[in-house]
T-cell receptor, first 113, second 112 residues
Framework: NAGVMQNPRHLVRRRGQEARLRCSPM?????VYWYRQLPEEGLKFMVY????????ESGMPKERFSAEFPKEGPSILRIQQVVRGDSAAYFC???????????FGPGTRLTVT | GQQLNQSPQSMFIQEGEDVSMNCTSS?????WLWYKQDPGEGPVLLIA?????ELTSNGRLTAQFGITRKDSFLNISASIPSDVGIYFC????????????FGKGITLSVRP
């Protein structure tokens, strides 16, 4: 299956811990996007990355959140010192260069206790 | 920021019926995408529309890019139980680069 892969699917963290979410794009895709979804809401854009570059991070909270897409390996969304309000489903999508169709992974459901 | 409006929040139909959903915006969009999301899963792309007036089908699904570029429609014909899920419209508005904007979704229930 060459689809977008995310892990872990479920992640439980205590307040103050760090959460690391991973995303491997579809084969042949070099653009990665992260979105957050709260219950009964649509997806909210967080950040758009290409290999080794952050293209648009206008949806990322200014503090505690960071994202990277290294030359080798998956894209990582990192949330430091998690708080209860960070509990949500986080989705990664990928596209081809210049492509307007984004394909989503199954998501990581983060629960902060 | 830009918003896409989808209503009603929920729709209930009988198996075999057709259903139409629309999505509106106050801004011009240059691409419309329709996704379906099942519980616990990620959105799955159903149809992509790139030009005003474009009408595209995917099996029992048909979607149209509105002439004004401020709306889009999705029609599901002869619904079946597996059509149950949340249907999201999404799009790129002019100048937004690759930032997809999503509607809040419509939850579709199909009664057998």
């Amino acid at each position: 299956n060459a689809g977008v892969m995310q892990n872990p699917r479920h992640l439980v963290r205590r307040r103050g811990q760090e959460a690391r979410l991973r995303c491997s794009p579809m084969k042949g895709h070099s653009h990665v996007y992260w979105y957050r979804q709260l219950p009964e809401e649509g997806l909210k854009f967080m950040v758009y990355l290409q290999k080794e570059n952050i293209i648009d991070e206008s949806g990322m909270p200014k503090e505690r959140f960071s994202a990277e897409f290294p030359k080798e390996g998956p894209s990582i969304l990192r949330i430091q010192q998690v708080v209860r309000g960070d509990s949500a489903a986080y989705f990664c999508a990928s596209s081809q260069p210049g492509g307007r169709e984004q394909y989503f992974g199954p998501g990581t459901r983060l629960t902060v206790t | 920021g830009q918003q896409l409006n989808q209503s009603p929040q929920s729709m209930f139909i009988q198996e075999g019926e057709d259903v139409s959903m629309n999505c509106t915006s106050s801004s011009i969009f240059n691409t419309w995408l329709w996704y379906k999301q099942d519980p616990g899963e990620g959105p799955v792309l159903l149809i992509a529309l790139y030009k005003a007036g474009e009408l595209t089908s995917n099996g029992r699904l048909t979607a149209q890019f509105g002439i004004t570029r401020k709306d889009s429609f999705l029609n599901i014909s002869a619904s079946i139980p597996s059509d149950v899920g949340i249907y999201f419209c999404a799009g790129y508005y002019t100048g937004a680069n690759s930032k997809l904007t999503f509607g809040k979704g419509i939850t579709l229930s199909v009664r057998p």
